[in-house]
Protein backbone atom coordinates (compact mmCIF):
# COMPACT_ATOMS: atom_id res chain seq x y z
CA UNK A 1 0.00 0.00 0.00
CA UNK A 2 1.05 3.99 -1.02
CA UNK A 3 1.72 5.69 1.99
CA UNK A 4 1.08 9.54 2.13
CA UNK A 5 3.90 10.22 4.28
CA UNK A 6 5.62 12.79 1.93
CA UNK A 7 3.17 15.15 2.94
CA UNK A 8 4.16 15.25 6.53
CA UNK A 9 6.73 17.65 5.09
CA UNK A 10 4.52 20.23 4.05
CA UNK A 11 1.84 19.89 6.93
CA UNK A 12 1.50 23.58 7.51
CA UNK A 13 0.17 24.28 4.46
CA UNK A 14 -3.47 23.85 4.71
CA UNK A 15 -4.17 22.57 1.14
CA UNK A 16 -1.86 19.72 1.29
CA UNK A 17 -3.58 18.54 4.99
CA UNK A 18 -6.76 18.85 2.91
CA UNK A 19 -5.44 16.86 -0.31
CA UNK A 20 -4.14 14.49 1.68
CA UNK A 21 -7.22 13.57 4.05
CA UNK A 22 -9.24 13.18 1.19
CA UNK A 23 -6.62 11.12 -0.55
CA UNK A 24 -6.71 9.26 2.04
CA UNK A 25 -10.02 8.80 2.48
CA UNK A 26 -10.14 7.37 -0.85
CA UNK A 27 -7.08 4.83 -0.24
CA UNK A 28 -8.89 3.65 2.76
CA UNK A 29 -12.66 3.33 1.31
CA UNK A 30 -10.72 0.37 -0.33
CA UNK A 31 -10.88 -1.65 2.21
CA UNK A 32 -13.48 -3.75 4.57
CA UNK A 33 -14.74 -1.68 6.98
CA UNK A 34 -14.24 1.97 7.30
CA UNK A 35 -16.08 4.79 9.59
CA UNK A 36 -15.82 8.21 9.91
CA UNK A 37 -16.13 10.06 13.26
CA UNK A 38 -16.34 13.51 14.09
CA UNK A 39 -15.38 14.09 17.34
CA UNK A 40 -15.38 17.43 19.37
CA UNK A 41 -13.27 20.59 18.39
CA UNK A 42 -13.84 19.42 14.71
CA UNK A 43 -10.91 16.88 15.18
CA UNK A 44 -11.98 14.25 13.10
CA UNK A 45 -10.87 10.61 12.89
CA UNK A 46 -11.41 8.07 10.25
CA UNK A 47 -11.08 4.02 11.45
CA UNK A 48 -9.64 1.86 8.97
CA UNK A 49 -10.97 -2.30 10.37
CA UNK A 50 -9.42 -5.60 9.58
CA UNK A 51 -7.40 -5.08 6.93
CA UNK A 52 -4.75 -7.81 6.40
CA UNK A 53 -1.32 -6.33 5.24
CA UNK A 54 2.22 -7.63 4.64
CA UNK A 55 3.87 -5.01 7.16
CA UNK A 56 7.01 -6.00 9.53
CA UNK A 57 4.41 -5.14 12.53
CA UNK A 58 2.73 -7.96 11.78
CA UNK A 59 4.38 -11.00 12.96
CA UNK A 60 1.83 -13.80 12.92
CA UNK A 61 0.64 -15.68 9.88
CA UNK A 62 -3.32 -14.44 10.93
CA UNK A 63 -2.34 -10.79 10.55
CA UNK A 64 -5.22 -8.07 10.76
CA UNK A 65 -4.95 -4.13 11.75
CA UNK A 66 -6.76 -1.78 12.58
CA UNK A 67 -5.87 2.17 11.79
CA UNK A 68 -7.20 4.92 13.44
CA UNK A 69 -6.15 8.29 11.32
CA UNK A 70 -7.00 11.10 13.13
CA UNK A 71 -7.06 14.47 11.97
CA UNK A 72 -6.45 18.23 13.90
CA UNK A 73 -7.45 20.90 11.90
CA UNK A 74 -6.30 23.26 15.18
CA UNK A 75 -2.73 22.20 14.78
CA UNK A 76 -3.18 20.48 11.08
CA UNK A 77 -1.55 17.52 12.13
CA UNK A 78 -2.89 13.49 10.83
CA UNK A 79 -1.75 10.61 13.12
CA UNK A 80 -2.23 7.52 12.06
CA UNK A 81 -2.28 5.05 14.40
CA UNK A 82 -1.97 1.22 14.20
CA UNK A 83 -3.44 -1.59 16.22
CA UNK A 84 -2.53 -5.09 15.58
CA UNK A 85 -5.12 -7.17 15.62
CA UNK A 86 -4.23 -11.11 16.30
CA UNK A 87 -7.70 -13.32 15.41
CA UNK A 88 -5.72 -16.44 17.22
CA UNK A 89 -5.19 -13.89 20.53
CA UNK A 90 -6.11 -16.26 23.23
CA UNK A 91 -6.91 -19.04 21.19
CA UNK A 92 -3.33 -21.05 20.62
CA UNK A 93 -2.71 -24.29 21.30
CA UNK A 94 0.83 -25.88 21.91
CA UNK A 95 0.86 -29.30 21.11
CA UNK A 96 3.42 -31.24 22.94
CA UNK A 97 5.98 -33.18 20.85
CA UNK A 98 5.63 -36.70 23.00
CA UNK A 99 8.05 -39.37 22.53
CA UNK A 100 6.02 -42.02 20.15
CA UNK A 101 5.42 -44.39 22.67
CA UNK A 102 2.84 -42.20 24.11
CA UNK A 103 0.76 -42.75 21.01
CA UNK A 104 1.57 -43.49 17.71
CA UNK A 105 3.30 -46.69 19.31
CA UNK A 106 0.51 -47.79 20.83
CA UNK A 107 -2.00 -47.20 17.88
CA UNK A 108 0.46 -49.36 15.50
CA UNK A 109 -0.03 -52.49 17.85
CA UNK A 110 -3.73 -52.03 17.40
CA UNK A 111 -4.22 -55.82 17.63
CA UNK A 112 -3.19 -55.61 21.46
CA UNK A 113 -5.50 -52.65 22.04
CA UNK A 114 -8.23 -54.50 23.46
CA UNK A 115 -8.81 -58.28 24.91
CA UNK A 116 -11.98 -58.90 23.17
CA UNK A 117 -12.02 -58.00 19.80
CA UNK A 118 -9.38 -56.76 17.14
CA UNK A 119 -9.79 -52.73 17.06
CA UNK A 120 -7.26 -52.69 13.45
CA UNK A 121 -9.86 -52.33 10.74
CA UNK A 122 -11.36 -49.36 13.05
CA UNK A 123 -8.05 -47.24 13.39
CA UNK A 124 -8.26 -46.26 9.27
CA UNK A 125 -9.51 -43.55 8.31
CA UNK A 126 -7.73 -40.57 10.90
CA UNK A 127 -9.84 -43.00 13.52
CA UNK A 128 -13.27 -42.87 11.84
CA UNK A 129 -13.06 -46.76 11.18
CA UNK A 130 -14.22 -47.88 7.72
CA UNK A 131 -16.89 -46.15 5.70
CA UNK A 132 -20.37 -47.31 5.49
CA UNK A 133 -20.90 -48.32 2.00
CA UNK A 134 -24.16 -48.76 0.55
CA UNK A 135 -26.14 -46.90 3.50
CA UNK A 136 -29.61 -47.37 1.43
CA UNK A 137 -31.64 -44.64 1.82
CA UNK A 138 -31.34 -44.60 5.60
CA UNK A 139 -28.05 -42.87 5.41
CA UNK A 140 -25.91 -40.51 3.30
CA UNK A 141 -22.95 -41.54 1.36
CA UNK A 142 -19.70 -40.90 1.95
CA UNK A 143 -19.99 -38.97 5.60
CA UNK A 144 -20.79 -42.36 7.73
CA UNK A 145 -18.26 -44.54 8.95
CA UNK A 146 -18.45 -47.85 11.56
CA UNK A 147 -16.53 -45.58 14.34
CA UNK A 148 -15.41 -47.33 17.25
CA UNK A 149 -16.31 -45.62 20.94
CA UNK A 150 -12.77 -45.86 22.37
CA UNK A 151 -11.54 -44.01 19.42
CA UNK A 152 -12.11 -40.15 20.48
CA UNK A 153 -8.07 -39.69 21.62
CA UNK A 154 -7.41 -40.69 18.18
CA UNK A 155 -10.08 -38.37 16.13
CA UNK A 156 -9.79 -35.75 18.36
CA UNK A 157 -5.57 -35.70 17.68
CA UNK A 158 -6.32 -35.68 13.84
CA UNK A 159 -8.44 -32.95 14.25
CA UNK A 160 -6.44 -30.87 16.54
CA UNK A 161 -4.08 -30.80 13.66
CA UNK A 162 -6.37 -28.87 11.45
CA UNK A 163 -7.05 -26.40 14.23
CA UNK A 164 -6.12 -22.60 13.01
CA UNK A 165 -4.46 -21.47 15.81
CA UNK A 166 -1.90 -23.79 16.48
CA UNK A 167 1.44 -22.95 17.71
CA UNK A 168 5.04 -24.01 17.63
CA UNK A 169 5.87 -21.00 20.11
CA UNK A 170 4.71 -22.52 23.32
CA UNK A 171 4.99 -18.69 24.78
CA UNK A 172 1.97 -17.54 22.63
CA UNK A 173 0.06 -21.01 23.95
CA UNK A 174 -3.17 -20.19 26.41
CA UNK A 175 -3.27 -23.82 26.69
CA UNK A 176 -0.99 -26.90 25.93
CA UNK A 177 -2.42 -30.46 24.38
CA UNK A 178 -0.66 -33.63 25.71
CA UNK A 179 -1.48 -35.97 22.66
CA UNK A 180 -1.72 -39.25 24.66
CA UNK A 181 -3.19 -42.09 23.93
CA UNK A 182 -4.43 -42.40 27.69
CA UNK A 183 -7.55 -44.85 27.05
CA UNK A 184 -5.85 -46.83 24.50
CA UNK A 185 -2.87 -47.51 26.91
CA UNK A 186 -5.09 -48.68 29.63
CA UNK A 187 -7.41 -50.59 27.34
CA UNK A 188 -4.34 -53.02 26.90
CA UNK A 189 -3.73 -54.17 30.41
CA UNK A 190 -7.27 -53.24 32.41
CA UNK A 191 -7.94 -57.30 32.11
CA UNK A 192 -4.71 -59.52 33.83
CA UNK A 193 -2.02 -57.28 34.80
CA UNK A 194 -0.67 -56.30 37.60
CA UNK A 195 -0.45 -52.68 38.29
CA UNK A 196 3.20 -51.96 37.91
CA UNK A 197 2.06 -52.86 34.05
CA UNK A 198 -0.89 -50.47 34.24
CA UNK A 199 0.77 -47.75 35.80
CA UNK A 200 3.54 -47.40 33.57
CA UNK A 201 2.88 -45.36 31.12
CA UNK A 202 0.69 -42.85 33.28
CA UNK A 203 3.95 -42.23 35.27
CA UNK A 204 6.31 -42.14 32.49
CA UNK A 205 4.41 -39.44 30.94
CA UNK A 206 4.23 -37.35 33.91
CA UNK A 207 7.86 -37.48 34.29
CA UNK A 208 8.65 -36.07 30.63
CA UNK A 209 5.37 -33.28 31.11
CA UNK A 210 7.04 -31.82 34.64
CA UNK A 211 10.52 -31.88 33.47
CA UNK A 212 9.64 -29.63 30.83
CA UNK A 213 9.91 -25.73 30.67
CA UNK A 214 5.75 -25.44 29.79
CA UNK A 215 5.32 -27.13 32.76
CA UNK A 216 7.11 -24.64 34.58
CA UNK A 217 5.04 -21.92 33.49
CA UNK A 218 1.82 -22.68 35.07
CA UNK A 219 2.70 -26.01 36.77
CA UNK A 220 0.65 -27.76 34.28
CA UNK A 221 -2.59 -25.97 34.91
CA UNK A 222 -2.93 -25.01 31.09
CA UNK A 223 -2.09 -28.84 30.43
CA UNK A 224 -5.04 -30.69 29.21
CA UNK A 225 -5.12 -34.41 27.29
CA UNK A 226 -7.91 -36.97 26.09
CA UNK A 227 -8.73 -40.34 26.80
CA UNK A 228 -11.51 -42.45 25.07
CA UNK A 229 -12.08 -44.28 28.27
CA UNK A 230 -14.58 -43.47 31.27
CA UNK A 231 -12.72 -41.48 33.70
CA UNK A 232 -13.34 -44.11 36.28
CA UNK A 233 -10.71 -46.65 34.36
CA UNK A 234 -8.04 -44.07 35.83
CA UNK A 235 -9.01 -43.92 39.32
CA UNK A 236 -7.92 -46.78 40.72
CA UNK A 237 -8.48 -46.50 44.82
CA UNK A 238 -6.06 -48.82 46.15
CA UNK A 239 -2.24 -50.11 45.03
CA UNK A 240 -3.72 -53.97 44.68
CA UNK A 241 -4.24 -56.12 41.81
CA UNK A 242 -7.89 -56.53 42.27
CA UNK A 243 -8.77 -52.81 42.08
CA UNK A 244 -9.65 -51.45 38.63
CA UNK A 245 -7.36 -49.18 36.64
CA UNK A 246 -5.25 -47.46 36.76
CA UNK A 247 -4.15 -44.03 38.62
CA UNK A 248 -3.13 -41.68 36.45
CA UNK A 249 -5.84 -38.85 37.87
CA UNK A 250 -4.92 -39.59 41.25
CA UNK A 251 -1.12 -38.56 40.57
CA UNK A 252 0.09 -35.32 41.66
CA UNK A 253 1.20 -33.46 37.90
CA UNK A 254 -2.46 -35.24 36.90
CA UNK A 255 -4.18 -32.95 39.97
CA UNK A 256 -2.87 -29.91 37.81
CA UNK A 257 -4.31 -30.81 34.31
CA UNK A 258 -7.76 -30.93 32.82
CA UNK A 259 -8.96 -34.29 31.51
CA UNK A 260 -11.16 -34.88 28.34
CA UNK A 261 -13.08 -38.25 28.44
CA UNK A 262 -16.71 -39.85 27.15
CA UNK A 263 -17.55 -39.76 30.75
CA UNK A 264 -16.38 -37.78 33.60
CA UNK A 265 -15.85 -39.05 37.49
CA UNK A 266 -16.90 -36.33 40.10
CA UNK A 267 -13.75 -34.69 39.88
CA UNK A 268 -13.78 -31.06 38.89
CA UNK A 269 -10.81 -31.60 36.68
CA UNK A 270 -12.30 -33.93 34.68
CA UNK A 271 -14.83 -33.32 31.84
CA UNK A 272 -16.79 -35.20 29.39
CA UNK A 273 -17.09 -34.56 25.83
CA UNK A 274 -19.22 -37.03 23.29
CA UNK A 275 -18.52 -40.04 22.03
CA UNK A 276 -17.64 -40.24 18.97
CA UNK A 277 -20.46 -41.71 16.61
CA UNK A 278 -21.19 -42.73 13.04
CA UNK A 279 -21.79 -39.48 11.31
CA UNK A 280 -18.67 -37.09 10.10
CA UNK A 281 -19.46 -34.95 7.72
CA UNK A 282 -16.94 -33.10 6.00
CA UNK A 283 -19.27 -29.73 4.89
CA UNK A 284 -21.53 -27.76 6.28
CA UNK A 285 -23.95 -28.71 3.76
CA UNK A 286 -23.79 -32.55 4.33
CA UNK A 287 -24.86 -31.66 8.38
CA UNK A 288 -27.69 -29.12 7.06
CA UNK A 289 -29.03 -31.92 4.30
CA UNK A 290 -28.68 -34.17 7.16
CA UNK A 291 -31.12 -31.79 9.83
CA UNK A 292 -33.67 -31.39 7.08
CA UNK A 293 -34.17 -35.19 6.43
CA UNK A 294 -34.38 -35.79 9.94
CA UNK A 295 -37.62 -32.77 10.14
CA UNK A 296 -39.79 -34.95 7.47
CA UNK A 297 -38.96 -38.22 8.98
CA UNK A 298 -41.84 -40.13 9.78
CA UNK A 299 -41.44 -41.96 13.39
CA UNK A 300 -43.82 -44.81 13.37
CA UNK A 301 -42.55 -46.28 17.16
CA UNK A 302 -43.42 -44.21 20.59
CA UNK A 303 -39.57 -45.46 21.48
CA UNK A 304 -36.90 -47.15 21.03
CA UNK A 305 -34.06 -49.23 22.91
CA UNK A 306 -31.10 -50.66 21.56
CA UNK A 307 -29.14 -52.59 24.33
CA UNK A 308 -28.78 -55.62 26.18
CA UNK A 309 -29.88 -56.50 29.56
CA UNK A 310 -26.94 -56.92 32.57
CA UNK A 311 -28.34 -59.82 34.51
CA UNK A 312 -25.26 -59.50 36.49
CA UNK A 313 -25.44 -55.75 37.72
CA UNK A 314 -27.37 -55.39 41.24
CA UNK A 315 -30.26 -52.69 40.77
CA UNK A 316 -30.16 -52.29 36.57
CA UNK A 317 -32.94 -51.24 34.96
CA UNK A 318 -32.83 -52.55 31.79
CA UNK A 319 -34.28 -55.87 32.28
CA UNK A 320 -37.35 -53.69 33.46
CA UNK A 321 -37.13 -51.53 30.40
CA UNK A 322 -36.73 -54.48 28.08
CA UNK A 323 -39.96 -55.90 30.10
CA UNK A 324 -41.93 -52.88 29.40
CA UNK A 325 -40.83 -52.42 25.79
CA UNK A 326 -42.10 -56.09 24.49
CA UNK A 327 -45.07 -55.60 26.26
CA UNK A 328 -45.89 -52.20 24.82
CA UNK A 329 -48.12 -53.83 21.71
CA UNK A 330 -46.22 -51.96 19.12
CA UNK A 331 -45.24 -48.92 20.45
CA UNK A 332 -41.95 -49.79 21.14
CA UNK A 333 -39.01 -51.20 18.89
CA UNK A 334 -36.39 -53.25 20.63
CA UNK A 335 -33.10 -53.79 19.31
CA UNK A 336 -31.19 -56.79 21.11
CA UNK A 337 -27.88 -56.16 21.08
CA UNK A 338 -27.20 -59.63 22.16
CA UNK A 339 -28.89 -61.39 19.21
CA UNK A 340 -26.76 -62.83 16.49
CA UNK A 341 -25.52 -60.41 14.07
CA UNK A 342 -24.83 -57.88 16.68
CA UNK A 343 -26.73 -55.50 14.88
CA UNK A 344 -26.61 -52.84 17.66
CA UNK A 345 -22.95 -52.19 16.14
CA UNK A 346 -24.13 -51.73 12.76
CA UNK A 347 -24.60 -47.90 11.62
CA UNK A 348 -27.62 -48.44 9.34
CA UNK A 349 -29.42 -50.72 11.84
CA UNK A 350 -29.34 -48.51 14.71
CA UNK A 351 -30.06 -45.32 12.78
CA UNK A 352 -32.66 -47.31 11.02
CA UNK A 353 -34.74 -47.95 14.57
CA UNK A 354 -34.05 -44.78 15.67
CA UNK A 355 -34.82 -42.65 12.87
CA UNK A 356 -38.34 -44.62 13.53
CA UNK A 357 -38.61 -43.61 16.77
CA UNK A 358 -40.32 -40.52 18.52
CA UNK A 359 -38.60 -41.41 22.04
CA UNK A 360 -35.01 -43.25 22.49
CA UNK A 361 -34.27 -44.74 26.09
CA UNK A 362 -30.98 -44.52 27.85
CA UNK A 363 -30.52 -46.19 31.15
CA UNK A 364 -27.15 -46.39 32.61
CA UNK A 365 -24.88 -49.55 31.13
CA UNK A 366 -21.59 -50.48 32.66
CA UNK A 367 -21.52 -47.05 34.25
CA UNK A 368 -23.49 -44.35 33.53
CA UNK A 369 -23.22 -42.99 29.71
CA UNK A 370 -23.51 -44.58 26.57
CA UNK A 371 -22.76 -43.98 22.88
CA UNK A 372 -26.22 -44.58 22.09
CA UNK A 373 -27.03 -40.91 24.05
CA UNK A 374 -25.26 -39.26 20.82
CA UNK A 375 -26.95 -41.94 18.25
CA UNK A 376 -30.01 -40.85 18.80
CA UNK A 377 -29.58 -37.19 19.09
CA UNK A 378 -27.88 -38.04 15.54
CA UNK A 379 -31.68 -39.85 14.39
CA UNK A 380 -33.22 -36.99 15.73
CA UNK A 381 -34.44 -38.96 18.42
CA UNK A 382 -35.50 -37.60 21.97
CA UNK A 383 -33.38 -39.49 24.49
CA UNK A 384 -35.20 -40.46 27.70
CA UNK A 385 -32.79 -40.80 30.70
CA UNK A 386 -33.09 -42.57 34.03
CA UNK A 387 -30.08 -40.99 35.50
CA UNK A 388 -28.70 -37.60 35.80
CA UNK A 389 -25.05 -39.00 35.65
CA UNK A 390 -25.97 -40.17 31.97
CA UNK A 391 -25.43 -36.73 30.44
CA UNK A 392 -26.85 -33.82 32.66
CA UNK A 393 -24.27 -34.10 34.81
CA UNK A 394 -21.69 -34.63 32.29
CA UNK A 395 -21.48 -32.98 28.76
CA UNK A 396 -21.81 -29.40 31.01
CA UNK A 397 -20.35 -28.02 27.28
CA UNK A 398 -22.01 -29.49 25.18
CA UNK A 399 -25.71 -30.37 26.17
CA UNK A 400 -27.68 -27.01 27.05
CA UNK A 401 -28.32 -26.36 30.75
CA UNK A 402 -32.05 -26.64 30.54
CA UNK A 403 -32.49 -30.28 30.18
CA UNK A 404 -35.97 -30.18 29.49
CA UNK A 405 -35.49 -28.40 26.20
CA UNK A 406 -33.86 -31.88 25.12
CA UNK A 407 -34.90 -34.90 26.95
CA UNK A 408 -37.48 -36.49 28.99
CA UNK A 409 -36.22 -37.60 32.65
CA UNK A 410 -37.90 -40.41 34.10
CA UNK A 411 -35.82 -41.21 37.47
CA UNK A 412 -34.55 -44.83 37.62
CA UNK A 413 -35.88 -45.81 41.00
CA UNK A 414 -39.74 -45.43 39.80
CA UNK A 415 -39.00 -48.05 37.15
CA UNK A 416 -37.44 -50.15 39.00
CA UNK A 417 -40.20 -50.76 41.72
CA UNK A 418 -42.46 -50.66 39.01
CA UNK A 419 -44.26 -47.50 40.04
CA UNK A 420 -44.29 -45.93 36.51
CA UNK A 421 -45.21 -46.90 32.93
CA UNK A 422 -42.66 -45.57 30.54
CA UNK A 423 -45.32 -46.32 28.28
CA UNK A 424 -47.68 -43.90 29.81
CA UNK A 425 -45.25 -41.41 30.90
CA UNK A 426 -44.31 -40.95 27.22
CA UNK A 427 -47.67 -40.60 25.80
CA UNK A 428 -48.04 -38.04 28.71
CA UNK A 429 -45.97 -35.81 26.55
CA UNK A 430 -47.82 -33.30 24.41
CA UNK A 431 -48.04 -33.07 20.39
CA UNK A 432 -46.56 -29.58 20.85
CA UNK A 433 -43.69 -30.10 23.80
CA UNK A 434 -42.63 -33.52 21.03
CA UNK A 435 -42.23 -30.97 18.27
CA UNK A 436 -40.16 -28.70 20.30
CA UNK A 437 -37.69 -31.08 21.90
CA UNK A 438 -37.27 -32.76 18.62
CA UNK A 439 -36.47 -29.51 16.74
CA UNK A 440 -33.71 -28.53 19.43
CA UNK A 441 -32.56 -32.17 19.45
CA UNK A 442 -31.84 -32.01 15.57
CA UNK A 443 -30.18 -28.26 16.40
CA UNK A 444 -27.83 -30.12 18.76
CA UNK A 445 -26.21 -32.18 15.86
CA UNK A 446 -23.57 -30.32 15.00
CA UNK A 447 -22.26 -29.48 18.87
CA UNK A 448 -22.32 -34.01 19.03
CA UNK A 449 -20.71 -35.10 16.25
CA UNK A 450 -16.38 -34.38 15.04
CA UNK A 451 -16.41 -33.54 11.79
CA UNK A 452 -14.16 -35.53 9.28
CA UNK A 453 -10.65 -34.59 10.12
CA UNK A 454 -9.51 -34.56 6.51
CA UNK A 455 -11.20 -31.55 5.66
CA UNK A 456 -12.88 -28.75 7.30
CA UNK A 457 -16.71 -27.07 8.08
CA UNK A 458 -17.30 -23.77 7.03
CA UNK A 459 -19.19 -21.78 9.72
CA UNK A 460 -20.53 -24.90 11.84
CA UNK A 461 -18.76 -25.53 15.33
CA UNK A 462 -18.74 -29.20 15.75
CA UNK A 463 -18.01 -31.30 19.37
CA UNK A 464 -14.32 -30.75 18.84
CA UNK A 465 -14.18 -27.16 18.52
CA UNK A 466 -16.55 -26.63 21.90
CA UNK A 467 -14.33 -28.57 23.42
CA UNK A 468 -11.37 -26.63 23.02
CA UNK A 469 -13.14 -23.52 23.63
CA UNK A 470 -14.39 -24.80 26.42
CA UNK A 471 -10.41 -25.47 27.71
CA UNK A 472 -9.43 -22.22 26.57
CA UNK A 473 -12.11 -20.34 29.23
CA UNK A 474 -11.19 -23.08 31.85
CA UNK A 475 -7.40 -22.43 31.23
CA UNK A 476 -8.34 -17.97 30.96
CA UNK A 477 -10.76 -18.33 34.23
CA UNK A 478 -7.43 -19.94 36.38
CA UNK A 479 -4.96 -17.53 34.89
CA UNK A 480 -7.26 -14.59 36.12
CA UNK A 481 -7.43 -15.98 39.65
CA UNK A 482 -3.70 -16.84 39.52
CA UNK A 483 -3.17 -12.19 38.62
CA UNK A 484 -6.25 -11.61 41.23
CA UNK A 485 -3.36 -13.43 43.90
CA UNK A 486 -5.84 -16.55 44.37
CA UNK A 487 -4.58 -19.86 44.97
CA UNK A 488 -5.04 -21.55 41.37
CA UNK A 489 -5.90 -24.72 42.59
CA UNK A 490 -8.68 -24.17 44.50
CA UNK A 491 -11.29 -26.17 42.80
CA UNK A 492 -9.33 -26.88 39.97
CA UNK A 493 -9.06 -30.47 40.95
CA UNK A 494 -11.68 -31.65 43.79
CA UNK A 495 -13.64 -34.38 44.21
CA UNK A 496 -17.32 -32.76 44.36
CA UNK A 497 -20.57 -34.02 42.69
CA UNK A 498 -22.35 -30.88 43.54
CA UNK A 499 -19.78 -29.02 41.34
CA UNK A 500 -20.52 -30.41 38.41
CA UNK A 501 -24.71 -30.86 38.85
CA UNK A 502 -26.56 -28.02 37.59
CA UNK A 503 -29.73 -29.28 39.48
CA UNK A 504 -28.63 -29.91 43.31
CA UNK A 505 -31.33 -32.31 43.98
CA UNK A 506 -29.89 -34.40 41.89
CA UNK A 507 -27.50 -34.81 44.38
CA UNK A 508 -29.16 -37.66 46.14
CA UNK A 509 -28.63 -39.65 42.78
CA UNK A 510 -24.87 -40.28 43.50
C1 LIG B 1 -10.63 -3.04 15.90
O1 LIG B 1 -11.90 -2.62 15.43
C2 LIG B 1 -13.00 -3.48 15.75
C3 LIG B 1 -14.26 -2.94 15.08
O2 LIG B 1 -14.79 -1.85 15.75
C4 LIG B 1 -13.13 -3.55 17.27
O3 LIG B 1 -14.18 -4.41 17.61
C5 LIG B 1 -11.83 -4.05 17.86
O4 LIG B 1 -11.94 -4.06 19.27
C6 LIG B 1 -10.67 -3.15 17.43
N1 LIG B 1 -9.44 -3.78 17.93
C7 LIG B 1 -8.47 -3.10 18.46
C8 LIG B 1 -7.30 -3.88 18.95
O5 LIG B 1 -8.50 -1.88 18.57
C1 LIG C 1 -2.48 4.20 19.43
O1 LIG C 1 -3.56 3.38 19.88
C2 LIG C 1 -3.27 2.65 21.06
C3 LIG C 1 -4.44 1.70 21.35
O2 LIG C 1 -5.66 2.29 21.07
C4 LIG C 1 -3.00 3.61 22.21
O3 LIG C 1 -2.69 2.89 23.37
C5 LIG C 1 -1.85 4.50 21.81
O4 LIG C 1 -1.63 5.48 22.82
C6 LIG C 1 -2.12 5.25 20.49
N1 LIG C 1 -0.95 5.96 20.07
C7 LIG C 1 -0.99 7.23 19.64
C8 LIG C 1 0.30 7.82 19.20
O5 LIG C 1 -2.04 7.84 19.63
C1 LIG D 1 4.75 -51.54 19.20
O1 LIG D 1 5.22 -51.29 17.90
C2 LIG D 1 6.47 -50.67 17.82
C3 LIG D 1 6.80 -50.44 16.37
O2 LIG D 1 5.73 -49.88 15.73
C4 LIG D 1 7.51 -51.52 18.51
O3 LIG D 1 8.76 -50.85 18.50
C5 LIG D 1 7.09 -51.77 19.95
O4 LIG D 1 7.97 -52.62 20.59
C6 LIG D 1 5.70 -52.36 20.00
N1 LIG D 1 5.26 -52.44 21.38
C7 LIG D 1 4.64 -53.49 21.87
C8 LIG D 1 4.21 -53.39 23.31
O5 LIG D 1 4.42 -54.47 21.23
C1 LIG E 1 3.99 -57.24 36.58
O1 LIG E 1 3.83 -57.97 35.38
C2 LIG E 1 4.94 -57.94 34.48
C3 LIG E 1 4.60 -58.68 33.20
O2 LIG E 1 3.25 -58.97 33.09
C4 LIG E 1 6.15 -58.53 35.16
O3 LIG E 1 7.27 -58.44 34.30
C5 LIG E 1 6.45 -57.78 36.44
O4 LIG E 1 7.50 -58.38 37.14
C6 LIG E 1 5.20 -57.74 37.35
N1 LIG E 1 5.47 -56.85 38.47
C7 LIG E 1 5.16 -57.14 39.70
C8 LIG E 1 5.51 -56.13 40.75
O5 LIG E 1 4.58 -58.17 39.99
C1 LIG F 1 -5.99 -56.79 47.76
O1 LIG F 1 -7.39 -56.77 47.79
C2 LIG F 1 -7.98 -58.06 48.02
C3 LIG F 1 -9.46 -57.91 47.88
O2 LIG F 1 -9.93 -56.71 48.38
C4 LIG F 1 -7.56 -58.56 49.41
O3 LIG F 1 -8.09 -59.84 49.63
C5 LIG F 1 -6.04 -58.61 49.47
O4 LIG F 1 -5.63 -58.96 50.75
C6 LIG F 1 -5.43 -57.27 49.09
N1 LIG F 1 -3.99 -57.42 49.00
C7 LIG F 1 -3.14 -56.59 49.57
C8 LIG F 1 -1.69 -56.85 49.35
O5 LIG F 1 -3.51 -55.62 50.24
C1 LIG G 1 0.40 -28.17 41.05
O1 LIG G 1 0.09 -26.80 41.13
C2 LIG G 1 0.36 -26.20 42.38
C3 LIG G 1 -0.06 -24.76 42.30
O2 LIG G 1 -1.40 -24.66 42.04
C4 LIG G 1 1.82 -26.33 42.71
O3 LIG G 1 2.07 -25.80 43.99
C5 LIG G 1 2.23 -27.79 42.65
O4 LIG G 1 3.61 -27.92 42.86
C6 LIG G 1 1.86 -28.38 41.31
N1 LIG G 1 2.16 -29.81 41.30
C7 LIG G 1 3.01 -30.35 40.44
C8 LIG G 1 3.20 -31.82 40.57
O5 LIG G 1 3.61 -29.72 39.60
Known amino acids: ?61 LCNINE ?43 SLLVKWFDMCPFTINSGLGPQVRNPGRVLMENCW ?29 SAIYVPFYAGLDIGRYLWGYNISMRDSSALDLVKWLAQKPEWKKMWGIDHFFVAGRIGWDF ?8 YWGSKLMLLPESMNMTMLSIEATSWSNEIAIPYPTYFHPSSDAEVFQWQDRLRSQ ?5 FAFAGAPRPSMEGSIREEII ?13 DCNSVGRKCD ?30 SILAGCIPVFFHPGSAYAQYLWHLPKDYKK ?17 KQSLLHVSKDQVLAMREEVIRLIPRVIYANPSSKLETIEDAFDIAVKGILDRVEHVRREFKKGMNPSIGFAQENWKLKLREHEWINFF
Open 1 to 61: MEKPILCRKFYKQLWCVTFCFFFCFFVLFCFDYLSLISGKNGVTTLLVYNFAINNQRCNHH
Open 68 to 110: TITYNPDSSEVIRNFTELDSCSGKYIYVHDLPIEFNDNVLSNC
Open 145 to 173: FATNQFLLEVIFRNRMNQYKCLTKDSTLA
Open 235 to 242: QRQKDNDS
Open 298 to 302: KRRYL
Open 323 to 335: KQCIASKGKCKLL
Open 346 to 375: KPVEVIKVFQKSVFCLQPPGDSYTRRSTFD
Open 406 to 422: YSVFIPENNVKNGKVSI
